[in-house]
C-alpha cells in the first residue's frame, strides 16, 4: 500500500497492497482526517427519500455551541452511528439530524466573565451591546464542537445542520410558546424555585449539587404568647425565622397537642404566629417543634398552601436582607444576618443550645454559591394539568400524554427497566418553571400593559392587536426574560 495512506491526501484504493509498504502502527489521524471529507463528497450520509422504503430518523442531542466534546458525547455518538449505518445499510431512508445549543446561562457566564476582566458588567453594556458580544463570541468558538463531531465519523446529514438561535428555530419556539399558552397549558405565576443569587436567575434542579457539608442545629426558644412557657424549635437555617408564619407539630405528639391552635412570640420580630398540626412533622427529629417559613423552603410552601399561610419574603434577589426584616438586619449578606440572629438570641437568652449537624447542601453548579429557594414571578409549564384544548392529546395533561406513550408501546425504553424510573418520575413531576432572567436566550413572546395585562403573542404588532381587542391602548413592554434552553432543544 502506498505511504499515502498515512499522509492527509486520498489513500490508495488499490485492492493488491504491497504489505511490505505498510505502517508497524495504526495511525487513526491521517485516515480519520481522509475519510470524513470523502464521505461527505460522496454523500453518503445526506438523507435520500424513497416512498417504497421504510424511514429511520433521529436527532443528534444537541451540544452546547460553545463546548467541547467529552466522553460522554463520544460515547453517545458511536451508539447512534452504529444505529444510523445499521439503518441505511438494510436500505432504510435514513436521516440523522444535527445541530447545536444555544446553551443559555452557559454561554452567558463565559463572555460575562470575559466582561469582568475588563472590568466592565453587561448592564454597563446594555442588552443590544451584550448580545452582539455573545453573538462575536458564537462564532469565533461555535465551530469547535462541530469540527469535532466530524472528526469522529458521525454518519450525519450536515446539510441540515441547524443552530437552536436560526430564525427558523425561533419561529418555531415563538409559536409553540404561544400555542401551549392559548392551551392552557403555560401559565405564569409566583411560586418557589431554585434561585442562584450570584447569576440572579431561576436554574433547573438538574444545576443544583447537593452535597453533605457540616452546619449546625441551633435550638431556639420561642415563647408563648400567654407567658406559661417556650416551645423549642430547632433549626439548621436561623435567618429565615424571620419569615416565620407558624410552627407546626405533629398532631399525634402528646407533648404538644395541647397548644396547637395557641400562638408563639416570633424571637426577634415582635409578632405572634400559630401553631399548627400538621403530619409532615418529624416527632423524632429534633425537638419535634418545626418553624413554617413557606417563602425559603419547599416543603413549608406546600405546608403553607395546606393551611392557606401567608407568604413573608425577607431575601432579596441578590440574597441580602429586605425591608420585610426588623430595620437592624436589612442590608445584610444572608450568612452575616445569620451570625447576627444568632448573637442576639444568645444575648436574649432565646437560644437554648447548638449542636453540629451534617446538611445537605445545595449549590450552583456553576457559581458553588448556595442555592435560596426563593419566591418570583416566573414562567411554567403545567405538567399535570388535564388540558380541553390540548390539540394533540385532547383532555390529557403532558405527563398523562408523557406517560401513555410509554405504557401503550408506541415508545419503547432500552432497556425495559427505566420503565419505572421513567414511571415514577412523571407521577411525580412538578410544573416546569421555563423562565431565565438572562438576556442571552429565546426572549419570551409576552408583552405586559402598565395595567399588569399580560399578552403573549407571536410579535410586537400581534400583541399590539390583542391590547386593543382587549381594550388597553397605552404602552406595551416586552418581557425581559428568556426561555430555559431545553424549551428549545428538542424543536428540530
Known amino acids: 500500500m502506498s505511504d499515502t495512506v498515512y499522509s492527509s491526501q486520498k ?54 455551541v460553545t463546548g467541547t466534546l467529552h466522553m460522554g458525547h463520544a460515547f453517545n455518538q458511536t451508539i447512534m452511528d452504529g444505529l444510523v449505518r445499521y439503518a441505511r445499510m438494510s436500505g432504510k431512508n435514513t436521516l440523522w439530524v444535527p445541530g447545536t445549543d444555544h446553551a443559555g446561562i452557559a454561554t452567558q457566564i463565559v463572555v460575562e466573565r470575559q466582561l469582568d476582566a475588563q472590568k466592565i458588567s453587561r448592564h454597563d453594556l446594555g442588552r443590544e451591546a451584550f448580545l452582539k458580544k455573545v453573538w462575536e463570541w458564537k462564532e469565533e468558538s461555535g465551530s469547535t464542537i462541530t ?21 427558523k428555530m425561533s419561529e418555531a419556539v415563538v409559536e409553540v410558546f404561544v400555542t401551549l399558552f392559548e392551551q392552557g397549558l403555560i401559565y405564569r405565576g409566583k411560586r418557589l424555585v431554585n434561585w442562584d443569587p450570584v447569576l440572579g436567575t431561576a436554574v433547573s434542579d438538574l444545576e443544583v449539587v447537593s452535597s453533605e457539608e457540616q452546619g449546625s442545629l441551633w435550638h431556639i426558644r ?49 409578632r405572634s404566629i400559630p401553631i399548627i398540626a400538621d403530619s409532615y412533622v418529624d416527632m423524632n427529629f429534633g425537638t419535634g417543634v418545626v418553624k413554617v417559613t413557606p417563602a425559603h423552603d419547599f416543603n413549608d410552601y406546600a405546608v403553607g398552601q395546606r393551611h392557606q399561610l401567608p407568604l413573608i419574603n425577607v431575601l432579596t434577589l441578590d440574597a441580602k436582607i429586605n425591608e420585610q426584616a426588623p430595620k437592624v438586619y436589612q442590608g445584610l449578606d444572608r450568612f452575616a444576618a ?20 451534617t446538611l445537605m447542601v445545595p449549590r450552583g453548579d456553576r457559581t458553588q454559591t448556595v442555592i435560596e ?120
Open 11 to 64: 489513500p490508495s484504493l488499490d485492492h493488491n497492497p504491497d504489505l511490505a509498504k505498510l505502517a508497524k502502527s495504526y495511525e487513526p489521524a491521517p485516515i480519520e482526517a481522509f475519510w470524513g471529507p470523502e464521505w461527505a463528497t460522496r454523500g453518503i450520509a445526506t438523507a435520500k427519500v424513497d416512498d417504497g422504503k421504510d424511514n429511520f430518523c433521529i436527532q443528534l442531542p444537541p451540544p452546547n
Open 147 to 167: 469540527r469535532q463531531i466530524r472528526r469522529l465519523g458521525a454518519s450525519i446529514d450536515w446539510s441540515r445542520e441547524y443552530f437552536t438561535m436560526d430564525p
Open 222 to 270: 420561642y415563647p408563648l404568647s400567654d407567658g406559661s412557657g417556650n416551645l423549642v424549635v430547632a433549626t439548621t437555617r436561623p435567618e429565615t425565622l424571620l419569615g416565620d408564619v407558624a410552627v407546626m407539630v405533629h398532631p399525634d405528639d402528646e407533648r404538644y397537642r395541647h397548644l396547637i391552635g395557641k400562638t408563639v412570640e416570633l424571637p426577634l420580630c415582635q
Open 338 to 357: 445569620r451570625k447576627q440572629i444568632v448573637a442576639d438570641l444568645e444575648s436574649a437568652n432565646l437560644l437554648e443550645k447548638v449542636n453540629p449537624h
Open 373 to 492: 429557594p426563593m419566591l418570583t414571578d416566573q414562567w411554567f409549564v403545567t405538567m399535570s394539568k388535564a388540558s380541553p384544548n390540548n390539540r394533540y392529546q385532547p383532555g390529557q395533561s403532558i405527563a398523562g400524554a408523557a406517560l401513555h406513550a410509554v405504557t401503550s408501546g408506541d415508545i419503547q425504553l432500552v432497556p425495559e427497566n427505566w420503565v419505572s424510573t421513567y414511571t415514577q418520575w412523571l407521577e411525580n413531576i412538578q410544573d416546569w418553571c421555563i423562565s431565565r432572567q438572562l438576556w442571552w436566550g429565546h426572549q419570551i413572546p409576552a408583552w405586559y400593559g402598565n395595567n399588569g395585562e399580560i399578552f403573549v403573542a407571536r410579535n410586537a404588532d400581534e400583541a399590539k392587536a390583542k391590547a386593543k381587542a382587549a381594550g388597553y391602548s397605552g404602552e406595551l413592554k416586552r418581557d425581559e426574560d428568556v426561555l430555559d434552553t431545553w424549551f428549545s432543544s428538542a424543536l428540530v
